[in-house]
């Protein structure tokens, strides 16, 4: 009996080294004492990919989850009347509003849309609110005429733009960063949709009308933007602007 524990003990022994043997001759990654868990495959948040979301949305570039509020929102009036506009458009065009001054949430910048469009309709005797879009400095945007719709923003200028107004009086002074994030947002999503070429040229009013809009401190940001033009510089300029309808320009002519 002795004698059989003594071989069942040696022969253990020998399987324990060979064990051991084979487990040290192996890849460290093989064994189960890996530090990596293995990953289960439900029940748990999958955070690279909300990691990867994230990183895209803070990308200005491909943005396009900024807030929107549509012409119901903010209790648009029915237009006048309407008129298709031809996309996608070469130009943005970068207003400000002036008056009425910055608002930073949704009451104060809906009245402030609702009193531009009855400036525009009432006392001017436009169809609608002359802009495709109102940005708010709480980084809202608000619909206006929207994509498809010509605008009454600039004139002579208005069948190959989109006109987003920056709400507030942006001489002296820059709009927050949401607001101009917003408005470079805006602008992406308007590219990715077909709405706007994808080499637009952006511009303020100012370049193409006499006025100051879209005031001095937002146009020297506007200059910095990737696809801002120095061309038109002026008004003067629009007879030679050829991607404006030759009727336009040739009503241009003195
Ligand atoms: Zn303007």
């Given amino acids: 009996m002795a004698e059989l524990c003594g071989t069942l003990l040696r022969w253990s022994i020998r399987r324990y080294k060979l064990a051991r043997w084979i487990l040290g001759a192996l890849p ?27 990183s895209l949305s803070e990308n200005e570039i491909t943005r396009s989850n900024y807030q929107f509020v549509y012409r119901s929102g903010w209790h648009a009036r029915h237009p006048k009347s309407e008129q298709t506009l031809k996309a996608p458009v070469p130009f943005v065009v970068i207003h400000h509003s002036y008056h009425p001054k910055a608002c930073y949430d949704k009451d104060d910048c809906r ?49 190959v733009s ?29 590219v990715k949709k077909g709405h706007i070429m994808p080499k637009y040229k952006l511009v303020g009013h100012r370049q193409v009308r006499d006025t100051e809009c879209p005031g001095e401190a937002l146009y020297k940001v506007i200059q910095k933007w990737s696809h801002y033009a120095p061309f038109p510089r002026t008004y003067r300029d629009l007879k030679n602007v050829t991607e404006i309808p030759a009727y336009i320009r040739e009503s241009l002519e003195d």
Wanted: glycine share 12%; hydrophobic share 40%; aromatic share 8%.
């Fill in 162 to 190: 989109i006109g987003i107004c920056l709400i507030g009086d942006w001489i002296e002074t820059v709009p927050p960063s949401v607001q101009l994030q917003s408005a470079k947002a805006l602008i992406a999503h308007g």
């Fill in 28 to 54: 460290a990654k093989n064994l189960c004492m890996d530090p990596h868990p293995p990953v289960p495959t439900r029940g748990i948040p999958l955070r690279l990919a909300t990691h990867t979301e994230d």
């Fill in 111 to 159: 009245n402030a849309m609702k009193s531009m469009q009855d400036f525009h309709m009432d006392v001017r005797g436009w169809a609608d609110i002359g802009y495709n879009f109102g940005i708010g400095s709480d980084g809202v945007v608000y619909e206006g005429r929207g994509w498809n719709v010509l605008g009454a923003h600039a004139l002579h200028f208005n069948t």
